[in-house]
């Protein structure tokens, strides 16, 4: 059997296996299929990604099954390996299967373990669809897919109300894209006359300059079919405008948020943006629109994440960030660089997730970093591997100037190379975005390790701690239990609001420091093993596969047609000015000096700072108000005319004239008719007379 057909289907397997037997055979077993063929997949993943980093491989495409024949459009369910595949494939199996393994730890005491695993293996499945698709109409499958998979496992904990809301959010957003997404597979086949992926780009070329009736007007060809596919990228990837299903999608669990947003579905988006780059090369404003869009991301992303004081959240407005960054490095053309930081990104951001995990589950489930502070002596391995991650994602290394070889962890070399490549292409605005990010980055990702690891402890103020004191009398030596925590996490009461102290009492230091008699704990040995492996790629990464993807024969040797590589632009990025290659390690050690200032040697400053400006932190705080303004533009609206068809056409006018309406009238002859029914026999004869006179009567006027 084809190892491709291991990949794609074992996961499907694992996931009917563990779902249908649910409770049945206990949540070893189910755990046990589930992990097992996730690294069954992995492991086969990887030789196919190490050849094609040899060079020159082709592309195989492995058929499964005639899919449908409809008038003129013919396509089949099959599974293409490319350069572009093999990297979404090592990224998709290995972070889905650390996650699975992390899960044994972070779910152990959750009852509905074997649903959770089924959810997990069931998204992989889908993902896994989705960059195997020879056409679109698979694609769409496998996009569509880990939509619903996301829904379930973003609601997980259903009983949670926030956990719902969250869900459905994320679902409703990602359904706006989705139509974007449809119109374009529509449009793509009414001028290819196809929905294979080959065949689409191979002539995309011959279609530059081309004008096509869209809403009554004509315009480019390329540019309207890559801007609707555009919109299906940014729905997934969360980009500005359709991006706020994801921070709420935090409410799921944390190993969901390494899955889904670290390496997976937020990166389907860039992926597919990668996929169908020759056309995106035809029509220079849809590029212009993925950059400018790429760094209002960034950029925005960026700044709300300097205020958030949710570990998870801040790591999570890091993720859409970091898309952004993607996003406008495929922009400027630098396709290769995207998919680089892609790479890179899913080690150290999943690494990021599962670590903020490890540091939830030590505290209790508390998720305000105003009550961390001291942890780096309770849990060192968890400090140390999430340390590593901080240094990937601000970029920390060694710039290769004066002939040197640079050096230095994963996001050093991913982003720079996308901050180089902008500079290179012409786009200065992207370039200055990108070191300012850059700085944003570092300061708050600093900020993080400053108030969760260093300083004194803050836990005091915690209700989730609070509880756990009381709740360890009776329990272990430690002062913790873990089924209470990991059932405060399923339990709706269990919530932050309303616990948490208000803005101005952290700003002004009224939180109460001191331990609670609380001890955090280091996570168990099957937490630990992914959060050292994702280590290893946060640190190596970069260094060890930049090569393959970003240097000027990677065209040949490694993309070797897999997406449009500009060969000239890559030789451009290694030609820039050297303050150019200097300008994102400066901006780490500004982001890394201002964090040091505010959090260490002076932890009153941020509350001065947010005094001094206090509207704009406000307004960062409020995350731009876009879900004010969602929610005024479009929520209330919508739940108005809905309103108003429920009461006006639904009751008033369909159930009254309608099925209400001829009830009523049955009723009512039925009651006239019982009145008729005396059971005197002059009563019969007398309405039978009246009968013959009016039957006379009527043949006597006709």
Same mark, same amino acid.
């Given at each position: 059997m084809s190892p491709i057909l291991l990949i794609v289907f074992l996961p499907l397997i694992a996931a009917a296996v563990a779902g249908f037997s649910n409770k049945a055979f206990g949540t070893v077993f189910p755990k046990i299929v589930t992990t097992g063929a996730l690294f069954a997949a992995c492991a086969l993943s990887w030789p196919i990604f190490l050849a094609y980093l040899g060079g020159n491989v082709e592309p195989t495409v492995t058929p499964v099954l005639h899919w449908l024949t409809s008038g003129t459009m013919r396509f089949a369910w099959e599974l293409r390996v490319d350069a572009l595949t093999a990297v979404m494939l090592v990224v998709v199996t290995s972070v889905s299967a650390l996650v699975h393994l992390y899960s044994w730890g972070y779910m152990s005491e959750d009852p509905d373990q074997p649903r959770f695993f089924a959810y997990l293996s069931l998204f992989t499945f889908a993902m896994l669809m989705l960059v195997t698709a020879n056409n679109l109409v698979q694609m769409f499958f496998g996009w569509e897919g880990v939509g619903l998979a996301s829904y379930l496992l973003i609601g997980f904990w259903f009983r949670k109300p926030s956990a719902n809301a969250a869900a459905i959010k994320a679902f409703v957003v990602n359904r706006v894209g989705d139509l974007g997404f449809m119109l374009g597979i529509f449009g793509t086949f009414l001028v290819f006359g196809t929905v294979d992926i080959p065949s689409i780009l191979a002539a995309a070329p011959n279609m530059h300059g081309s004008t096509i009736g869209f809403l009554g007007h004509r315009f480019d060809t390329m540019t309207v079919l890559c801007l609707l596919l555009f919109?299906?990228?940014?729905?997934?990837?969360?980009?500005?405008?359709?991006?706020?299903?994801?921070?709420?999608?935090?409410?799921?669990?944390?190993?969901?948020?390494a899955l889904i947003h670290a390496a997976t579905m937020v990166t389907a988006g #860039?992926?597919? #943006?990668?996929?169908?780059?020759?056309? *995106?090369?035809?029509?220079?404003?849809?590029?212009?629109?993925?950059?400018?869009?790429?760094?209002?991301?960034?950029?925005?992303?960026?700044?709300?994440?300097? #205020?958030?004081?949710?570990?998870?959240?801040?790591?999570?407005?890091?993720?859409?960030?970091? +898309?952004?960054?993607?996003?406008?490095?495929?922009?400027?053309?630098?396709?290769?660089?995207?998919?680089?930081?892609? *790479?890179?990104?899913?080690?150290?951001?999943?690494?990021?997730?599962?670590?903020?995990?490890?540091? $939830?589950?030590?505290?209790?489930?508390?998720?305000?970093?105003?009550?961390?502070?001291?942890?780096?002596?309770?849990?060192?391995?968890?400090?140390?591997?999430?340390?590593?991650?901080?240094?990937? $994602?601000?970029?920390?290394?060694?710039?290769?100037i004066f002939g040197n070889t640079a050096f230095g962890f994963a996001g050093f070399h991913s982003k720079d190379a996308i901050i180089e490549a902008s500079w290179a292409a012409g786009v200065p605005s992207a370039f200055w975005v990108g070191v300012f990010v850059a700085l944003l980055t570092s300061f708050y990702s600093w900020r993080v390790v400053f108030l969760t690891f260093h300083g004194k402890p803050r836990w005091a103020g915690s209700e989730h701690i609070q509880h756990a004191v009381h709740d360890a009398h009776g329990h272990d030596a430690h002062g913790h239990d873990d089924h209470a925590a990991h059932a405060h996490d399923n339990d709706p009461a269990a919530e932050d609001a309303g616990h948490a102290p208000s803005a101005d009492d952290v700003l002004h230091g009224h939180v109460k420091e001191g331990t609670a008699g609380y001890h955090p704990h280091e996570s168990p040995i099957v937490m630990l093993i992914p959060l050292i492996l994702l280590t290893l790629g946060a640190i190596f990464a970069g260094f060890v596969f930049h090569g393959a993807f970003i240097e000027p024969s990677a065209g040949e040797t490694y993309w070797h047609g897999a997406l449009a590589f500009n060969e000239h632009l890559m030789h451009a990025m290694h030609e820039v000015p050297l303050w150019v290659k200097l300008s994102a390690t400066f901006a780490m050690l500004g982001g890394l000096t201002i964090s040091w200032l505010a959090y260490i040697v002076s932890p009153s400053f941020p509350a001065k700072f947010a005094d001094a400006f206090r509207p704009l932190y406000v307004f960062l705080l409020n995350k731009w108000y876009f879900d004010e303004l969602y929610t005024f533009l479009f929520v209330k609206p919508a739940f108005? $005319?809905?309103?108003?068809?429920?009461?006006?056409?639904?009751?008033?006018?369909?159930?009254?004239?309608?099925?209400?309406?001829?009830?009523?009238?049955?009723?009512?002859?039925?009651?006239?008719?019982?009145? +008729?029914?005396s059971g005197y026999l002059y009563t019969y004869a007398f309405i039978m007379l009246i009968g013959l006179t009016a039957a006379l009567t009527w043949v006597i006027a006709g």
């Amino acid at each position: 059997m084809s190892p491709i057909l291991l990949i794609v289907f074992l996961p499907l397997i694992a996931a009917a296996v563990a779902g249908f037997s649910n409770k049945a055979f206990g949540t070893v077993f189910p755990k046990i299929v589930t992990t097992g063929a996730l690294f069954a997949a992995c492991a086969l993943s990887w030789p196919i990604f190490l050849a094609y980093l040899g060079g020159n491989v082709e592309p195989t495409v492995t058929p499964v099954l005639h899919w449908l024949t409809s008038g003129t459009m013919r396509f089949a369910w099959e599974l293409r390996v490319d350069a572009l595949t093999a990297v979404m494939l090592v990224v998709v199996t290995s972070v889905s299967a650390l996650v699975h393994l992390y899960s044994w730890g972070y779910m152990s005491e959750d009852p509905d373990q074997p649903r959770f695993f089924a959810y997990l293996s069931l998204f992989t499945f889908a993902m896994l669809m989705l960059v195997t698709a020879n056409n679109l109409v698979q694609m769409f499958f496998g996009w569509e897919g880990v939509g619903l998979a996301s829904y379930l496992l973003i609601g997980f904990w259903f009983r949670k109300p926030s956990a719902n809301a969250a869900a459905i959010k994320a679902f409703v957003v990602n359904r706006v894209g989705d139509l974007g997404f449809m119109l374009g597979i529509f449009g793509t086949f009414l001028v290819f006359g196809t929905v294979d992926i080959p065949s689409i780009l191979a002539a995309a070329p011959n279609m530059h300059g081309s004008t096509i009736g869209f809403l009554g007007h004509r315009f480019d060809t390329m540019t309207v079919l890559c801007l609707l596919l555009f919109v299906g990228a940014m729905g997934k990837s969360a980009q500005l405008g359709l991006h706020t299903w994801l921070p709420d999608a935090m409410e799921g669990p944390t190993p969901v948020s390494a899955l889904i947003h670290a390496a997976t579905m937020v990166t389907a988006g #860039v992926f597919m #943006v990668c996929r169908m780059s020759p056309m *995106f090369e035809q029509s220079q404003t849809a590029l212009t629109v993925v950059t400018f869009v790429g760094a209002a991301t960034c950029l925005f992303a960026a700044t709300v994440g300097t #205020v958030q004081t949710d570990i998870k959240r801040v790591i999570a407005y890091s993720t859409c960030s970091q +898309l952004g960054y993607m996003f406008f490095a495929a922009g400027v053309g630098a396709y290769g660089a995207a998919m680089f930081h892609l *790479f890179t990104h899913a080690f150290f951001k999943a690494l990021l997730f599962l670590g903020a995990g490890s540091v $939830i589950h030590a505290m209790h489930h508390e998720q305000d970093m105003r009550y961390y502070g001291g942890l780096w002596k309770k849990i060192p391995v968890t400090y140390w591997t999430m340390m590593a991650g901080t240094l990937a $994602i601000t970029g920390v290394g060694i710039p290769g100037i004066f002939g040197n070889t640079a050096f230095g962890f994963a996001g050093f070399h991913s982003k720079d190379a996308i901050i180089e490549a902008s500079w290179a292409a012409g786009v200065p605005s992207a370039f200055w975005v990108g070191v300012f990010v850059a700085l944003l980055t570092s300061f708050y990702s600093w900020r993080v390790v400053f108030l969760t690891f260093h300083g004194k402890p803050r836990w005091a103020g915690s209700e989730h701690i609070q509880h756990a004191v009381h709740d360890a009398h009776g329990h272990d030596a430690h002062g913790h239990d873990d089924h209470a925590a990991h059932a405060h996490d399923n339990d709706p009461a269990a919530e932050d609001a309303g616990h948490a102290p208000s803005a101005d009492d952290v700003l002004h230091g009224h939180v109460k420091e001191g331990t609670a008699g609380y001890h955090p704990h280091e996570s168990p040995i099957v937490m630990l093993i992914p959060l050292i492996l994702l280590t290893l790629g946060a640190i190596f990464a970069g260094f060890v596969f930049h090569g393959a993807f970003i240097e000027p024969s990677a065209g040949e040797t490694y993309w070797h047609g897999a997406l449009a590589f500009n060969e000239h632009l890559m030789h451009a990025m290694h030609e820039v000015p050297l303050w150019v290659k200097l300008s994102a390690t400066f901006a780490m050690l500004g982001g890394l000096t201002i964090s040091w200032l505010a959090y260490i040697v002076s932890p009153s400053f941020p509350a001065k700072f947010a005094d001094a400006f206090r509207p704009l932190y406000v307004f960062l705080l409020n995350k731009w108000y876009f879900d004010e303004l969602y929610t005024f533009l479009f929520v209330k609206p919508a739940f108005a $005319i809905g309103r108003v068809l429920w009461k006006a056409g639904d009751e008033k006018t369909i159930d009254r004239f309608g099925p209400n309406g001829l009830a009523n009238v049955i009723r009512i002859g039925s009651v006239g008719a019982v009145k +008729l029914q005396s059971g005197y026999l002059y009563t019969y004869a007398f309405i039978m007379l009246i009968g013959l006179t009016a039957a006379l009567t009527w043949v006597i006027a006709g």
